[in-house]
T-cell receptor, first 111, second 112 residues
Framework: EDQVTQSPEALRLQEGESSSLNCSYT??????LFWYRQDPGKGPEFLFT???AGEEKEKERLKATLTKKESFLHITAPKPEDSATYLC????????????FGQGTTLQVKP | NAGVTQTPKFQVLKTGQSMTLQCAQD?????MSWYRQDPGMGLRLIHY???????DQGEVPNGYNVSRSTTEDFPLRLLSAAPSQTSVYFC???????????FGPGTRLTVL
């Protein structure tokens, strides 16, 4: 059964304290691993897509990496505005566009 | 370019009532989908469409109907609302070239 698990469920950091969020997955055939940011009361906002083990993508203080079994979202020197829930999703095989989401990691960055 | 829009933003229903959640996109995307988001469950796929006239079931389709008569619109119908359908509903459309899915702002539904 295809499955996505994110850890930790919640993370509290001090401003400037770097850390990583984990997304582990089991899927019969990966068609992309996606990271989204979700603010309270809003829809998910796209951050990154990764396709191959070893691939990395960066955007401001965020860097996403991918291995054959997991992905990490590294947050370097976070600021309070980085506080949000971060969602990981895997694309299922074929061209259906179907995604399986993890439960998310809620990040709080304190000044 | 409004992206993905959803209406209404909030809705309260009584058990047994029916309603339609509206979703529209102006990006000419063929693929559209509906998810529900519940605490601790993540987003779960309800129904999806790969083009006008074509729809299919996702992970949790029971109690919901969809149709796709145009590329732009993908309404979700609740035929007889139940308290278990209390949730936040998100519509998404997918850019086939980049695989990126764009989500709407959501509809928060409460069924009493």
């Amino acid at each position: 059964e295809d499955q996505v698990t994110q850890s930790p469920e919640a993370l509290r950091l001090q401003e400037g304290e770097s850390s990583s969020l984990n997304c582990s997955y089991t899927v019969s055939g990966l068609r992309g691993l996606f990271w989204y940011r979700q603010d309270p009361g809003k829809g998910p906002e796209f951050l990154f897509t990764l396709y191959s083990a070893g691939e990395e993508k960066e955007k401001e203080r965020l860097k996403a990496t991918l291995t054959k079994k997991e992905s990490f979202l590294h947050i370097t020197a976070p600021k309070p505005e980085d506080s949000a829930t971060y969602l990981c999703a895997v694309g299922q095989p074929g061209n259906t566009g179907k995604l399986i989401f993890g439960q998310g990691t809620t990040l709080q960055v304190k000044p | 370019n409004a992206g993905v829009t959803q209406t209404p933003k909030f809705q309260v229903l009584k058990t047994g009532q029916s309603m339609t959640l509206q979703c529209a996109q102006d990006m000419n995307h063929e693929y559209m989908s509906w998810y529900r988001q519940d605490p601790g469950m993540g987003l779960r796929l309800i129904h999806y469409s790969v083009g006008a006239g074509i729809t299919d079931q996702g992970e949790v389709p029971n109690g919901y109907n969809v149709s796709r008569s145009t590329t732009e619109d993908f309404p979700l119908r609740l035929l007889s609302a139940a308290p278990s359908q209390t949730s936040v509903y998100f519509c998404a459309s997918r850019d086939r070239v980049t695989d990126t899915q764009y989500f709407g702002p959501g509809t928060r539904l409460t069924v009493l």
